[in-house]
């Protein structure tokens, strides 16, 4: 299995919601990423967890909440999330140790 | 600063005109970089690591290349199916990547 899974691909909520993004890969990978990307820009890291350990925290703000219950899972909990907050939410893994990421396809995040 | 820079941002080519893709850097302990391909609304899909000046990677048309501050995506005799967002990635010491901001590019039958 050389996939990282993202669900759901499309999410639609309102400012006043909670909602979690989940993502699962099993290829061993140590180390999980969440990034954010807004249209025609880079994506841009969130949160990094290294053996499930939370390792980087970009200065997201706390209505992100992220959560690694194992080696295999990363969610990402939403909570009074604004509409500037609409963008394509990527999970990646990888080892940890001079390795591209591999990246799921993505939530497309929009909030009302 | 660590700064990674891609040009042009755009570029429109005919089918079967090469062309070549540019990143610029400036890091402290380069660890890799990386090439990525990225369609609307997809994650991005990875194609090559490079890790030393001089290092060239190559998958059907396209040819990836490094010197000590630049890497460069050529594209031979591209196919409209090639077009897409080309992202740089490097990564530094530490656990994380520094992207550029992409070339999309679009290949014109």
């Known amino acids: 299995d050389t996939e990282v899974t993202q669900t759901p691909k499309h999410l639609v909520m309102g400012m006043t919601n909670k909602k979690s993004l989940k993502c699962e890969q099993h290829m061993g990978h140590r180390a999980m990423y969440w990034y954010k990307q807004k249209a025609k820009k880079p994506p841009e890291l969130m949160f990094v967890y290294s053996y499930e350990k939370l390792s980087i925290n970009e200065s997201v703000p706390s209505r992100f909440s992220p959560e690694c219950p194992n080696s295999s899972l990363l969610n990402l909990h939403l909570h009074a999330l604004q509409p500037e907050d609409s963008a394509l939410y990527l999970c990646?893994?990888?080892?940890?140790?001079?390795?591209?990421?591999?990246f799921g396809s993505g939530t497309r995040l929009t909030v009302v | 600063e660590d700064q990674v820079t891609q040009s042009p941002e755009a570029l429109r080519l005919q089918e079967g005109e090469s062309s070549s893709l540019n990143c610029s850097y400036t890091v402290s302990g380069l660890r890799g970089l990386f090439w990525y391909r990225q369609d609307p609304g997809k994650g991005p899909e990875f194609l090559f690591t490079?890790?030393?000046a001089g290092e060239e990677k190559e998958k059907e048309r396209l040819k990836a290349t490094l010197t000590k501050k630049e890497s460069f995506l050529h594209i031979t005799a591209p196919k409209p199916e090639d077009s897409a967002t080309y992202l740089c990635?490097?990564?530094?010491?530490?656990?994380?990547?520094?992207f550029g901001t992409g070339t999309s590019l679009t290949v014109i039958p």
């Open positions: 490079l890790y030393s």
């Open positions: 990635a490097v990564r530094i010491t530490g656990n994380q990547f520094y």
């Open positions: 990646a893994s990888s080892p940890l140790e001079n390795y591209g990421y591999t």
